[in-house]
């Protein structure tokens, strides 16, 4: 087992089997062991790799989309552009050299990453070097400065903390994580009590048969409603690409990824890439409840097409060999096609009521 075993067995062994959600938040964010906070896991040589490793233009599509959102807004100087969840910087790099050419936007722009882990900044602080932005780092979204801005995250609510109810004879109980009967491993476990059946969406409390897990995000839900609120209260607009269900649905979603391999997601926590789908009616439904307006959700390739993609692909492929013209009608394939991440991946956006954002208006 992982270094981190000892420290979650030893709360198990004090205070009883722990939630899914405190499993995730140990495995992902101890301040040593933490799998984000001591590595950089993407890329090839990584365990996963994300839209904006594949290519250069999903970056520069959300670069375009950033800089005419601005303009819609009325070019307000400064603007607090905020990204959640940053990775390498690779996604913000590229949507910068976009973005810049779009007049006085790099004057006006004030560029924040969200981000807690010490190896991915120094990543990030690399990638922003080329584009003479430096951001501030913050923890968390609440520290970033008043007044307009644009949020973008991608694959970003999919490694936060989620709940796992199950269904039951009579009702719902809460699965949690202990230890196995030998005490040297994790197991899955129940919580002892039912649940507050309300916690299930009302469609699937009684139609779920015995068995059937429901995944509550709280977590990211409450980042949502600190964006949205400022997004309606300050001016503005956030955009969310993640992979998950458009509607409430039941299904274990939570799995863990190494070396581009799907293992058991008890085995090495700390270790691993531990993700689950996320569940955009919870969003969306957390967003409206800010007072926001939310647009989609709709498949992120139907979204990179209206932003003109295929175009940027071919500007690419114009004078290049035919290895690259390879490589870059592979990675577009990749990002749009419906068998690849073309649907599986949805994207939203968040902005203040009556606030119309491409691909949505214009």
Known sequence: ???????????????????????????????????YMKQDPFGEDGDFTTAPEISQMFGEMIGLWTAVVWQA????????????GPGRGTLMADALRAAYAM????????LWLIETSPALREKQKRAMTPTMMMP???????????????????????????????????????????????GDGLAFTLSADLIDSTLIPEGLRD???VGGVFEHQPASCDVMRKIATRVVEQ????????????EDAVGDTLQAVQGHEFVDVLSHPGDVDLTAHVGFEQLMTAARDAGAEVLGPVPQGAFLERLGMRQRADMLMMNASEEQM?????????????????VLFKVIAVVPPGFGVPPWAG
Not at 8 to 27: F, H, Q, W
Not at 73 to 84: A, H, I, K, R
Not at 103 to 110: L, S
Request: net charge negative; glycine share 10%; no cysteine.
């Open 326 to 342: 390879a490589e870059v009608d592979a990675a577009y394939a990749r990002l749009t096609d419906p068998e690849q991440m073309g």
């Open 103 to 110: 007049e006085d936007f790099d004057d006006a722009a004030r």
């Open 136 to 182: 501030a780092w913050r923890d968390d979204f609440d520290a970033v400065g008043s007044g307009p801005l644009v949020v973008i995250g991608n694959e970003f609510f999919d490694a936060l903390p989620i709940h796992q109810y199950e269904r039951v004879e009579g009702g719902w109980r809460e699965r949690m994580v202990g230890l196995n009967d030998a």
């Open 235 to 246: 001016g503005g607009a956030a955009l969310f690409i993640d992979y998950g269900h458009g």
């Open 1 to 35: 087992m992982s270094d981190l075993f000892d420290i979650i067995k030893a709360e198990i062994n004090s205070d009883g089997a722990i939630t899914v959600a405190r499993y995730m938040e140990l495995a992902l964010a101890h301040p040593e062991h933490g799998y």
């Open 73 to 84: 807004m009325g070019q307000p100087d400064p603007l607090n552009l905020v990204e959640v």
């Open 207 to 209: 139609e779920t048969p």
